[in-house]
């Protein structure tokens, strides 16, 4: 008796779903991820009349069909046909019910206890939509609740609603002739009718349920349908639910002429031919300047005072109980610095967040999208994977985070390889000491080739990706444009409280122990500790793109800069401490230069990897790091052994050579692993069916 | 004719969907782009491609290449 009763909220994007789901829970949610996939599975509960209902916000979808859809899609749809939910609450948006009962006719027809609930009832309103609900209840045969979700209108009467668990009262929808017949011929081999209708649709649900004896039927079934009457089985069926929708809204549903709408009024002047596309670069800009000035200076607030009691702090109370220095170095060195770099991306994540939230609530992001997915392409990417690219030059953190926003996965991973070449603030900040010390006069032209070549970089892996392991199209744009809304604070707030905190969580996860190796390696950061040591060892390796063995310092600094790319310099600066700067210690302007493209290309700092974790597979994490360091060492190598050709002609020319074979051998590698076509065992198991 | 020909502003009627992509295809069927059906083009992207269409009350945005799979006539 006291057994939880499961709600799906089901509803198409952008009918107020998620405003929906805070208004019935409330404080009472769970964020998490859906098992062996990276979606978003929001959860929360709620009490009625001492039953625990506990309600599943499921991603927004058009149609219950299962093809081979973007993955969140699939998720909603395999929860709905698996019926896991005892009552599924179907949105929609008042204003635009012909659309959305689209949805609403085939939960109807899967026979699930459903209740519909019409949202945005005060936008109707205003747009001279006056709705029978009773009539319209009895014409769908579900309960109908009027809500204003937004404003709390109508959520009580709904939760009362659902405690009187709504019957199923299915009415059967007219169809054609011919496909009547074959649902009857199919029925009995399918099990049920639904199943037969579901089969001529071409559902891969259904199909799955079947025999390929029933399917061959099927395939018999549909042939003959388009023989009698011209069109394919999946047609005439939407055809009838759109009859019907059209049928059931004339009867229940009265609306007046409207005027010009706002959104079509602001339409014409934000995707205007001429100023489309500076105000997309206009907006791009105010994101940047959001989220890296105004939440860079947070972050500089953020940074002195969580250094003072993470690091300085734990130092000194450790220092005072005699703690010895490994201790010291493991707790304040490793750990506190390691709670100090994730807190400190806080205010520039928060500020990002924030700022996309409002651009996707508001309705401008599938907008931006629209003007600027025509350059996109050119790059094998949808319009939305701008966002991440832009965001990359502050910080590749949130850029690879920004990539949430693609529906497909394939776009996601894409976009997510390309973003750490994006060179990030961190990285300005050493370029522009390198440059102070070995380009006094020309220092700018060097930062900006530097960020050219960083782009070029990022061109290239994208190329080479989508014509080996991620071959195919950019996932084809059926892309609606919501009308504009004014987004509630509430809402934006708790999107960006909500993905802050999975950033805390997942990523604080592996900065915090990476830092504590490095602090433990790093012991009190002199010449005598343990990295010092490991960095003497390596520094032959980086002999060819002019680091001599007695500047080990810089491969130090190499090794420190994966934490954060801004720890170079301080690392230097620690271990140069005797010497006279930088310019003593490098091959000259051409040195400099070769260890700038190196600190460019190389490893995307932890707190990128720990994103890319969180965002994709190990697989493709470990992939950039591997790739991005190779490319590195490569391009500074290239350009080292071509600029000091005249001294040593003979070993520049074969190091050269080696590396240029080497590169074009892992192209060819990357290219026979595609055409084996193991994509599988890079997607991870559950993500790849 | 196909969905490219159009001009902003125009009027067309959906006479058949190709097979193509079949998710793609679901997908506008699922949105109501099924033969019979009337829509207006808004607007152009500002490069030339995708398109903006109206239909049944919704703004929809498309591209011209991946669009061809809708046969269509127009009215105006």
Redesign the interface.
């Known amino acids: 008796m006291n057994k939880n009763v499961m709600l799906a909220l089901v509803g198409n994007p952008n009918c107020g779903k998620s405003t929906l789901f805070n208004a019935l829970t409330g404080a009472r949610q769970r964020m998490g991820n859906w098992p062996g996939v990276t979606v978003e599975r929001k959860s929360g509960c709620f009490t009625q009349a001492g039953k625990v209902m506990e309600v599943v916000d499921l991603p927004g979808i058009?149609?219950n069909?299962l093809?081979?859809?973007a993955l969140d899609e699939r998720i909603a749809v395999d929860f709905i046909l698996a019926r896991e939910a005892n009552i599924i609450v179907n949105i929609v948006d008042a204003s635009?019910l012909?659309?959305h009962l689209?949805?609403t006719t085939q939960l109807l027809e899967m026979g699930v206890p459903l209740v519909l609930a019409l949202n945005m009832m005060d936008v109707a309103a205003k747009k001279n939509i006056q709705i029978d609900i009773k009539k319209l209840s009895d014409a769908l045969g579900c309960p109908v609740a009027a809500l204003t979700a937004s404003k709390g209108g109508g959520v009580s009467e709904l939760k009362q609603m659902l405690i009187t668990q709504p019957v199923v009262a299915r009415k059967p929808m007219p169809q054609h002739a011919a496909l009547q017949q074959a649902v009857q011929a199919l029925a009995q081999h399918a099990g049920s009718e639904w199943l037969a209708m579901r089969l001529l649709e071409?559902d891969a649900y259904a199909e799955r349920q079947v025999s390929s004896d029933v399917l061959m039927q099927v395939r018999e079934q549909q042939a003959l349908i388009e023989q009698t009457t011209g069109?394919e089985a999946?047609?005439l069926l939407?055809?009838a639910r759109?009859r019907f929708i059209q049928a059931t809204l004339a009867a229940c549903v009265t609306r007046k002429a409207e005027a010009a709408t706002l959104?079509?009024r602001l339409?014409n002047i934000v995707?205007?031919?001429?100023l489309?596309?500076p105000i997309f670069f206009f907006t791009m800009y105010l994101l940047f300047v959001f989220a890296i000035n105004i939440g860079g200076r947070l972050q500089d607030v953020f940074d002195i005072g969580s250094q003072m009691i993470f690091v300085e702090g734990f130092a000194r109370v450790l220092s005072q109980a005699d703690a010895p220095l490994w201790l010291s170095s493991l707790l304040a060195n490793g750990m506190g610095r390691g709670i100090s770099t994730t807190l400190t991306f806080i205010p520039v994540l928060g500020c990002l967040f924030l700022f996309l939230s409002l651009l996707e609530e508001s309705g401008y992001m599938?907008r931006a999208a629209?003007?600027i997915?025509?350059?996109m392409?050119v790059l094998g990417l949808p319009g939305k994977a701008f966002v991440p690219m832009i965001v990359g030059f502050g910080c590749n953190v949130p850029a690879v985070m920004s990539a949430r926003t693609l529906e497909s996965k394939r776009d996601r991973i894409l976009t997510i390889m390309m973003t750490p070449f994006m060179s990030c603030g961190a990285r300005l900040a050493i370029f522009a000491v390198f440059t102070a010390a070995f380009f006094p006069r020309h220092g700018q032209n060097i930062v900006f080739t530097l960020y050219l070549i960083g782009i070029l970089m990022a061109i290239l892996t994208g190329f080479l990706l989508r014509t080996s392991i991620l071959k195919g199209e950019p996932s084809?744009?059926?892309?609606?444009?919501?009308p504009y809304r004014l987004p509630s604070v509430a809402v934006l707030l708790q999107h960006t409280f909500q993905r802050l905190k999975g950033f805390v969580y997942r990523a604080g996860g592996l900065i915090i122990p990476i830092s504590m190796l490095m602090g433990l390696l790093n012991g009190a950061g002199d010449t005598q500790s343990l990295l010092a040591m490991l960095g003497q060892k390596l520094t032959p390796i980086f002999a060819p793109m002019g680091i001599q063995t007695d500047n080990w310092p810089a491969t130090v600094g190499l090794m420190t800069g994966v934490l954060a790319k801004e720890v170079v310099i301080g690392t230097l600066n620690t271990l140069y401490s005797q010497a006279a700067g930088l310019s003593q210690h490098f091959d000259g302007q051409i040195g400099a230069f070769s260890y700038l493209l190196f600190v460019l290309l190389y490893f995307p700092c932890v707190s990128t990897m720990a994103v890319m974790m969180r965002e994709l597979h190990r697989g493709w994490t470990i992939f950039s790091a591997l790739w991005m360091t190779g490319v590195a060492y490569g391009t500074a190598v290239v350009f080292y052994q071509a600029a000091t050709f005249m001294r040593h002609p003979v070993s520049s020319a074969g190091w050269i050579l080696s590396v240029t074979l080497l590169f074009f051998a892992v192209i060819a590698f990357g290219r026979w692993y595609a055409r084996e076509d193991k994509l599988v065992s890079i997607t991870p198991a559950g993500e790849s069916a | 004719m196909q969905v490219s020909e159009l001009k902003s502003g125009q009027k067309a009627r959906v006479i058949s969907?190709k097979s193509g992509?079949?998710?793609?295809?679901?997908?506008?069927?699922?949105?109501?782009l099924?033969?019979?059906t009337l829509f207006t083009v808004?607007?152009?992207?500002?490069?030339?491609?995708?398109i903006?269409i109206l239909v049944?009350?919704?703004?929809?945005?498309?591209?011209k290449a991946?669009a061809s799979i809708l046969q269509i006539e127009c009215l105006t």
């Open positions: 058009y149609s069909l093809t081979e859809a635009q012909e659309r689209y949805l071409g069109e999946d047609i939407a055809d759109y959104t079509s339409d995707l205007n031919r001429i489309g596309i599938a629209f003007v997915d025509r350059i392409r084809p744009l059926v892309m609606e444009l919501p | 969907l992509d079949k998710s793609y295809r679901e997908r506008l069927i699922a949105l109501g099924i033969p019979g808004s607007r152009v992207a500002p490069l030339g491609d995708p903006q049944r009350g919704i703004a929809l945005s498309l591209r991946e």
